[in-house]
C-alpha cells in the first residue's frame, strides 16, 4: 500500500468510509502549520544547531502563548479544530523545550 499515490489512497479510504458508513469531511490543509491552535497567533519555526549552523526544525513554537509542538501535529490540531470545533488537547506551555533547540532570533543573529 505504501507505493500508491495519495490520490488513490484517499479514493481508498473515501471507498472504506462509505463502506462504514463514516462521514468524510474534506479540506485544504494549506497553512494550518503556520497558525498556532492554542491562541490564533502565528507560528515561528524553532531552529536547531548543527554544525556551527542553525537548521530549520520541524517545530513550531507561539511567542504569545508559549504553545510548542511539531508541524504535523499543529496542522492536525488546526483541522481538527477548523471542522469540529473541538480542541485535542489542553496545551501545556509549561513544559521544557528540547535541549538545542534555537529561537528564530538566535539562530539568525
Request: glycine letters at 8%; hydrophobic letters at 35%.
Amino acid at each position: 500500500m505504501h507505493n500508491i499515490s495519495a490520490k488513490k489512497f484517499l479514493g481508498y479510504l473515501k471507498n472504506k468510509c462509505l463502506e462504514f458508513g463514516v462521514k468524510v469531511i474534506e479540506g485544504n490543509p494549506a497553512y494550518t502549520s503556520i497558525k498556532c491552535p492554542n491562541c490564533g497567533s502565528r507560528l515561528s519555526q524553532l531552529y536547531k544547531l548543527a554544525d556551527e549552523r542553525a537548521l530549520p526544525s520541524r517545530l513550531m513554537y507561539c511567542f504569545d502563548c508559549g504553545f510548542y509542538a511539531d508541524r504535523d501535529t499543529v496542522a492536525v490540531f488546526n483541522l481538527i479544530k477548523r471542522f469540529t470545533g473541538l480542541y485535542p488537547f489542553s496545551p501545556k506551555s509549561n513544559e521544557p523545550i528540547a535541549e538545542g533547540t534555537v529561537f528564530p532570533d538566535e539562530a539568525m543573529g
